[in-house]
């Protein structure tokens, strides 16, 4: 199992005939995405009753004394740092920041927070320095000692999967002098799929009511991660929402009235770096209102707690809904670039004092940090966040951080358009603080060959492909954190003009719209990117766009009635507030992605992308993809590219409607080596495919690709007029046929129905009524779940077995159940489907081989309960209730076990064989497990040497003669590049010797 595609445990009882104990697949009540539930008009807050595994716990002490200096406070000076220790285990310890919270009684009152990773007697205790020098603080204090105990129970049943599954982490290799930095896992580490979802202005802007119904939405949709700016400037304008914590009588912006109780910081003249001219609401530092909950230092950035407490909330909200926070802007909260707002841009100094207070104040939150929101990529732009970047390090250490640049590159060119983006991005390469790329494809200044292309660029030029400044000495995952937003806008060119405000915006203006944002979509997660976030009108800004003061840059807003502020706004047409952008359509869109994505079963992290360029050296390529289009006029261009991504197992190809209006067809190119042709019933070339609709209808058909010539394929576009009138973009999912195992494998494939709500396993099988004949076999039943990685194998008397990996809609998390069914001589299923393993939460991939008459051997890999990588596997007989042979092997901490393949002669001779990579050197070996029918024991063997590789992965395999066959797996070297190679070795089931391994291309 590579580290991307964590498997569970999976027990599986596999014969061919009846199975002792097997139960039926049975229909199970869908178990509800977790929601953010609160009394009306509120949002929920971090608990101070009794903690629970991975859930904010919040706890105050107090100093001893006032903190008086000469010059400063307690909120900027001091540095209370609280580490927690396990009482069984001396070795669970981390640490985290209390944050000042107000003055009472005389004395400096303290809060810290945090979540607990596992149950047990937790000690607490704290330790006290001065921020600006690294000393200890003064002993009398007190601030250096406290300490408690807290008893966090065992947890029951959890449903949310980060309480269930942990903080959010990156772990890194280093190998030839480069280290790669992983993508991100949850605690127990199965992956991470990044969904995101830009709202911007909901700090300043959303109603409880509205952030509940908004995160809770998201929720339901599989998003994973909402976008927040602090306290953007822009977003302080008079509030379309009658919210009284955001609205203020009159018209708020910061050139009047920045003193607004409710504001994110407090402003006096000439007092610290965020002064600024006093409002009538701005309070003043007054000594003699200590003892009210909302003081705060007389010098200095002052936060005003109210604000940041009710972010605090909405966070926690999040949280509770599955739902990670990005946090943007932490170097300048109420700021975004040099020049803007300048009054409210902090110094570093007094920056780094706020990122500590906020890495306090969400310690015991899902939440991952951003200096930057929007920043620009000058060298003083990058000192500057990395300062940042390096306090939130320290201050959160349990918490990943990254960085959002905006978008500055202008080039022509799309592919070789890296520029100050990447320059950016290359400065921060090396930083430890930096766990992984964000990147903004952007608008692009609504040129489309940027808009469809800079996705794929970027994130292959931020990963090492195409820019050798990321091919050393640190490697990071990409993610496209914003790219072309849907603003309602309809460029659909076989469609009547739209009638009402986009008729005067630009041509250009019209690539704001819904399938914009799906193409890029699909374009940045095939084309390398670990992640992509959606921007939508009405929920980026919050339904600002209905507020004349926003209305200065109609590109943003389109057409806006109002005139000034304090009138009342009248919304355009296609005004969207963000209860009704929440439902836009692109929002099902994305949903449809991630499922198409991760139910595919192929390996999102690590796959391997082909756009362009295709020759005979690709393993698999998109042959008729337009060419890169640099001049005026690319729409025709851009309409029709196409992007490919696969694995070993699983390809994936975005095809964007009207490839060509008079012949919806293409061609790949496809090496057998692969393993994803087969025959037909009529002995011809095909590789089978399904067709799954990505504009959010679930629309499934079935398509072979057609032998044209040498290895290339002819796959035919199903009908481009789709439900709804909706450009219909469609995504190719082939699965690869490995011939497992001896005998013919059958074709197994999986359709959706969506009238019925179901999806069916669908078998080709001979039929031998017919010359040459074939028919579909649905074995699959009607059961309502989810369905996906089919595979059948012919046995003896004319019988099949066929298997899937079923959802399983009862979990609490995205899970899964492994089931197989009998086909009989006379084309039919027979008898029920049985499951063979059920609840398996990441499945990266199985094998089952027929290893002699009625016995087969199965193989798969798991992550064990002490988080380490194994390969299991299975003999069993059809009429022997026990086992023939089993066994396991485990990694080693670091290393990594990938996904095993099986291969079987009719002498019942077997192999299991697996990569293990992470190896010192950063070294990978194949390791195989040999079965014989004699001994029924497992041998170990590692029938190549160690080879230094950056990705290995095993092929189809090929019978030689007797028990002899020909083994396959493809693996780049270091330096990473796009080309890989093919390299093979013959091997003897029988007797375990092998050959000399070869390099086949």
């Not at 070339?685 to 609709?693: D, Y």
């Not at 077997?910 to 040999?930: K, M, N, T, V």
Request: charged fraction near 20%.
């Amino acid at each position: 199992m590579t580290r991307h595609r964590r498997a569970a445990r999976l027990i599986l009882l596999l014969v061919a005939g009846t199975l002792p104990g097997a139960q039926p697949a049975r229909a199970q009540i869908p178990v509800p995405p977790p929601q953010c539930t609160a009394a009306a008009g509120e949002l929920p807050a971090c608990s101070t009753g009794t903690p629970a595994v991975n859930k904010c716990w919040e706890h105050s002490f107090q100093s001893a004394q006032a903190y008086n200096p000469p010059s400063g406070n307690a909120y900027r000076n001091l540095r209370v740092k609280v580490t927690y220790r396990l009482a069984w285990n001396a070795q669970a310890t981390y640490s985290s920041l209390a944050f000042w919270h107000a003055r009472a009684s005389g004395k400096e009152v303290y809060r810290f927070r945090t979540a607990f990773p596992t149950w047990g007697n937790w000690t607490w205790t704290t330790q006290c320095t001065d921020a600006t020098t690294g000393q200890p603080c003064p002993v009398n204090l007190g601030l250096t000692g406290k300490t408690g105990t807290v008893s966090v129970p065992p947890p029951p049943g959890e449903l949310n999967p980060l309480y269930a599954k942990g903080f959010l982490k990156q772990s890194a290799s280093t190998a030839g002098g480069v280290t790669d930095v992983h993508w991100i896992t949850y605690g127990d580490g199965g992956d991470f799929f990044w969904l995101g979802d830009a709202a911007w202005a909901a700090t300043m802007q959303a109603t409880p009511e509205e952030w509940k119904a908004y995160v809770n939405d998201r929720s339901n949709r599989k998003f994973s991660v909402v976008q927040l700016g602090l306290a953007p400037h822009w977003a302080w304008t008079g509030a379309v929402n009658p919210d009284p914590f955001t609205t203020p009588t009159g018209c708020l912006t910061p050139a009047s009235s920045v003193g607004l109780q409710k504001a994110p910081f407090f402003w006096n003249e000439g007092d610290g770096p965020f002064s600024g001219p006093s409002g009538p609401a701005a309070p003043a530092c007054n000594p003699a209102v200590e003892e009210s909950p909302d003081w705060l230092p007389c010098d200095g950035s002052k936060p005003n707690s109210a604000f940041w407490q009710r972010l605090d909330q909405m966070v926690e909200c999040a949280n509770r809904a599955g739902i990670v926070v990005l946090v943007t802007g932490v170097h300048k909260p109420a700021g975004i670039r040099e020049g803007q707002a300048p009054e409210l841009i902090p110094t570093v100094a007094n920056a780094k004092a706020f990122a500590r207070y906020l890495a306090a104040r969400l310690a015991g939150n899902f939440v991952i940090f951003s200096p930057g929101f929007d920043d620009g990529t000058t060298p003083a732009d990058r000192d500057r966040i990395d300062a940042i970047g390096e306090e939130l390090e320290s201050a959160a250490p349990r918490h990943l951080v990254t960085n959002h640049f905006g978008t500055m590159s202008r080039s022509n060119d799309p592919y070789t358009e890296i520029g100050n983006a990447t320059d950016a991005a290359a400065a921060l390469r090396t930083e430890t603080w930096h766990g992984f790329q964000l990147y903004q494809s952007g608008f692009a200044n609504q040129d489309l060959q940027k808009i469809s292309h800079r996705p794929l660029a970027l994130a292959q030029a931020l990963r090492g492909f195409t820019d050798p400044r990321f091919a050393s000495p640190r490697r990071k995952r990409a993610v496209n954190s914003e790219a072309i937003y849907d603003h309602g806008y309809n460029e659909a060119r076989d469609l009547p003009e739209p009638t009402h405000y986009v008729d005067r915006a630009p041509e250009s203006w019209r690539h704001f719209s819904r399938s914009r944002a799906r193409q890029t979509a699909w374009s940045s997660i095939l084309g390398g990117a670990a992640g992509y976030s959606l921007g939508v009108m009405g929920i980026w800004e919050w339904g600002l766009c209905g507020n004349p003061d926003m209305d200065d840059n109609p590109l943003w807003c389109n057409q806006n009635l109002a005139d000034s502020c304090g009138e009342t706004p009248t919304p355009y047409p296609g005004y969207r507030n963000p209860t009704t952008a929440a439902g836009q359509a692109i929002a099902a869109d994305m949903t449809r992605l991630r499922e198409i994505v991760t139910g595919s079963g192929i390996d999102w992290v690590d796959m391997v992308t082909s756009e362009q360029d295709c020759d005979a050296t690709d393993l698999a390529c998109i042959v008729d993809n337009p060419p890169v289009c640099t001049g005026t006029d690319c729409t025709a261009y851009e309409q029709q590219r196409m992007t490919l991504a696969r694995d070993a197992d699983t390809m994936l190809v975005y095809v964007p409607s009207h490839l060509d209006p008079y012949n919806d067809a293409f061609e790949l190119r496809i090496d057998p080596a692969l393993g994803f042709e087969t025959t037909d019933g009529g002995g011809n070339r095909i590789v089978p495919g399904v067709f799954k609709s990505a504009s959010g209808e679930e629309v499934d058909t079935l398509r072979n690709g057609v032998h044209v010539t040498g290895n290339v394929f002819q796959f035919s576009v199903p009908s481009d007029d789709p439900p709804g009138g909706e450009i219909a973009d469609w995504v190719l999912v082939l699965a690869a046929q490995p011939g497992e195992g001896f005998g013919q494998p059958l074709v197994a494939r999986v359709l959706e129905d969506p009238e019925a709500g179901t999806s069916a396993v669908l078998v080709t099988v001979p039929d031998e009524s017919e010359p040459l004949g074939a028919r579909q076999v649905d074995v699959s039943g009607s059961t309502p779940a989810a369905k996906s990685r089919a595979r059948a194998l012919w046995i003896e008397e004319g019988q099949a077995l066929a298997t899937w990996v079923q959802a399983d809609p009862g979990s609490a998390f995205p899970s899964s159940s492994l089931l197989a069914q009998r086909i009989g001589s006379d084309g039919w299923p027979h008898g029920p489907a049985l499951t063979l393993a059920a609840g398996i939460r990441e499945l990266g991939g199985y094998s089952i081989s027929r290893s002699g008459p009625d016995e087969y051997l199965v193989a798969w890999n798991e992550r064990s309960e002490t988080g380490a990588e194994v390969v299991r596997w299975l003999v069993l007989a059809r009429d022997a209730t026990e086992l023939a042979s089993g066994g396991s092997i485990e990694a080693a901490e670091g290393e990594e076990l990938g996904r095993p393949r099986t291969a079987c002669d009719e002498a019942g001779s077997c192999l299991a064989y697996w990569f293990r990579s992470g190896l010192p050197g950063g070294r990978s070996r194949i390791e195989a497990f040999r079965f014989t029918a004699e001994s029924g024991e497992a041998m170990v063997s590692s029938p190549i040497p160690e080879r230094e590789l950056t990705r290995s992965w095993l092929l189809s395999q090929q019978p030689v003669s007797g028990s002899r066959v020909t083994v396959r797996w493809e693996e780049q070297s270091r330096p990473l590049d796009e080309r890989s190679e093919v390299w093979s070795i013959d091997y003897d089931l029988a007797t375990g010797a092998s050959g000399t391994p070869r390099r086949e291309r």
